[in-house]
C-alpha cells in the first residue's frame, strides 16, 4: 500500500541547535514529496518540495530536504532552530490511486523549540 | 489576490442537520480538493475536483457531497451531518505539475465544525 509516514510526534530541539523532521513513504513509481507547515488555527503552508534533481531542496524560512531514495525517506532539516519555527510540520506524498493522482498527508509532527 | 477563502469559520450543528462549507479561490487552479483534519491522523482526502464539472472521490467521501460549476468555488456538503463529522475543514488548490497531479497546495483557514 502507497502511505507516507512521520514516526515522531513530537520533536523537541533547543534554539540555535540543529533540527530533523523525519518522514519516510512508500509508493509506486516515482514519488513527489512536499513539506507543509501549521501555525496555531491556521490552514498549512508550502514549504518545498521533491519532483527531480537534486536530493537536497532548499525551501522557505531557512528550511531544506534531503530525499534518500535507497532510504525511502525525505527528511526536513534546519541548521539553526528559532522559536518561531514551533509549529506542526507535514509530509506528503503524491500517489496514484484509481488512475489519478492524489496527495496522501502523514500524521504530523510537533516541533518545540525552546529558548 | 483573497487566495483560498473559506466560510464560516466555525459552525456547530446537531446530529441530522444538513449544510454546505464554501470555497472560493481566486488563482485559477485547476485542482481543488476537501481535507478534515483529525488528531494524530494528519489530512484525510475526502473530495476533490481537477476542473470545473469535475470531481472525484479521495479517502473518507461517505456523508459528503461536491459540485464544481465554475473554476473559482468548490463547495462542500454534509447530507446528514453525524458526531463523527465533528473537525477541521480544510479547502486546498493547486496547479497541476507537468508531469501530472497537484503541485503545492494553497490552504484556506479552516472551518471548525462541531455536531452534537
Known amino acids: 500500500a502507497q502511505s507516507v509516514a512521520q514516526p515522531e510526534d513530537q520533536v523537541n530541539v533547543a534554539e540555535g541547535n540543529p533540527l530533523t523532521v523525519k518522514c519516510t513513504y512508500s509508493?509506486?513509481?516515482?514519488?513527489?514529496l512536499f513539506w507543509y507547515v501549521q501555525y496555531p488555527n491556521r490552514g498549512l503552508q508550502f514549504l518545498l518540495k521533491y519532483i527531480t534533481g537534486d536530493n537536497l531542496v532548499k525551501g522557505s524560512y531557512g528550511f531544506e530536504a534531503e530525499f534518500n531514495k535507497s532510504q525511502t525517506s525525505f527528511h526536513l532539516k534546519k541548521p539553526s532552530a528559532l522559536v518561531s519555527d514551533s509549529a506542526l510540520y507535514f509530509c506528503?506524498?503524491?500517489?496514484?490511486?484509481?488512475?489519478?493522482?492524489?496527495?496522501?498527508f502523514g500524521s504530523g509532527t510537533r516541533l518545540l523549540v525552546r529558548p | 489576490n483573497a487566495g483560498v477563502t473559506q466560510t464560516p469559520k466555525f459552525q456547530v450543528l446537531k446530529t441530522g442537520q444538513s449544510m454546505t462549507l464554501q470555497c472560493a479561490q481566486d488563482?485559477?487552479?485547476?485542482?481543488m480538493s476537501w481535507y478534515r483534519q483529525d488528531p494524530g491522523m494528519g489530512l484525510r482526502l475526502i473530495h476533490y475536483s481537477v476542473g470545473a464539472g469535475i470531481t472525484d472521490q479521495g479517502e473518507v467521501p461517505n456523508g459528503y457531497n461536491v459540485s464544481r460549476s465554475t473554476t473559482e468555488d468548490f463547495p462542500l456538503r454534509l447530507l446528514s451531518a453525524a458526531p463523527s463529522q465533528t473537525s477541521v475543514y480544510f479547502c486546498?488548490?493547486?496547479?497541476?505539475?507537468?508531469?501530472?497531479?497537484?503541485?503545492?497546495?494553497?490552504f484556506g483557514p479552516g472551518t471548525r465544525l462541531t455536531v452534537l
Open positions: 509508493v509506486s513509481g516515482n514519488p513527489y
Open positions: 486546498a488548490s493547486s496547479y497541476f505539475e507537468l508531469a501530472g497531479g497537484p503541485g503545492e497546495q494553497f
Open positions: 488563482m485559477n487552479h485547476e485542482y
Open positions: 506528503a506524498v503524491r500517489v496514484l490511486m484509481d488512475s489519478s493522482y492524489k496527495l496522501i
